[in-house]
């Protein structure tokens, strides 16, 4: 019974990859392969906590020929130092160049906040059982935390539209927002 329950987590995993994908391309426009060249077009970031179901969502985007403009890290599946090389690893293995500007988040979650199982995540430190060549030599997890990346981002893209795919918890967007001076909902 434990095998069929992860077949089924695996497999309703897939399919809400698929639908994410779909609704993107439907909804936001963002059919470009390569970066926008306007202020018009759309700028798509991700942000992920890079585990199995993120994985397939990124690698089902390159597939359906969709630029990603910026990644950001966050802390959950995996740890964000830890996701940052599991990025390295799948940017090389589908083949994307140039690889989208990669940002890491808080290695903690936000005040109240809880972090998941650690045997989730160290899966999702090793990229979830996906089989990914190794990660490119004197990689460094930059230094610009995926927050301060995104406020600058996003005030600096006032005229043109983002779509943020949020693929894990919001601390980042959350931190970015307070950055920018964003009031609450």
Same mark, same amino acid.
């Given at each position: ?9 695996v497999?309703?995993?897939?399919i809400?990859?698929?639908?994410? !994908?779909?609704?993107i391309?439907?909804?936001? &426009?963002? @059919?470009?392969?390569? $970066?926008?060249?306007? %202020? /018009?077009?759309s ?5 992920t906590d ?14 359906a ?13 995996s740890?964000?130092e830890?996701g ?19 940002? !890491?988040?808080?290695p903690?979650?936000?005040? &109240?906040? @809880?972090s998941?199982? $650690?045997?989730w995540? %160290? /899966?999702?430190?090793s ?15 930059p230094?610009?935390?995926a ?8 005030s ?9 795919l949020?693929?894990g918890p919001?601390?980042n967007?959350?931190?970015?927002l ?5 009031e609450?909902?």
């Amino acid at each position: 019974s434990c095998f069929l329950g992860k077949a089924i987590l695996v497999i309703a995993t897939f399919i809400f990859g698929c639908a994410v !994908v779909l609704l993107i391309v439907k909804t936001t &426009g963002l @059919h470009h392969t390569t $970066p926008p060249t306007s %202020s /018009s077009q759309s700028s798509l970031l991700v942000d992920t906590d890079v585990g199995a179901d993120d994985i397939m969502a990124l690698t089902l985007l390159r597939g359906a020929g969709i630029h990603i403009d910026a990644v950001t890290v966050v802390n959950g599946m995996s740890h964000v130092e830890a996701g940052y090389v599991v990025l390295l690893r799948l940017w090389n293995a589908i083949q994307l160049e140039p690889p989208p500007v990669t940002h !890491v988040g808080s290695p903690e979650p936000m005040p &109240g906040g @809880h972090s998941f199982e $650690p045997d989730w995540r %160290s /899966s999702s430190d090793s990229a979830s059982g996906f089989t990914l060549p190794s990660s490119p030599e004197g990689a460094a997890v930059p230094e610009v935390k995926a927050s301060a990346w995104l406020a600058n981002f996003i005030s600096k893209a006032a005229t043109g539209s983002i779509t943020i795919l949020c693929l894990g918890p919001l601390t980042n967007i959350a931190e970015a927002l307070q950055l920018v001076g964003a009031e609450p909902f």
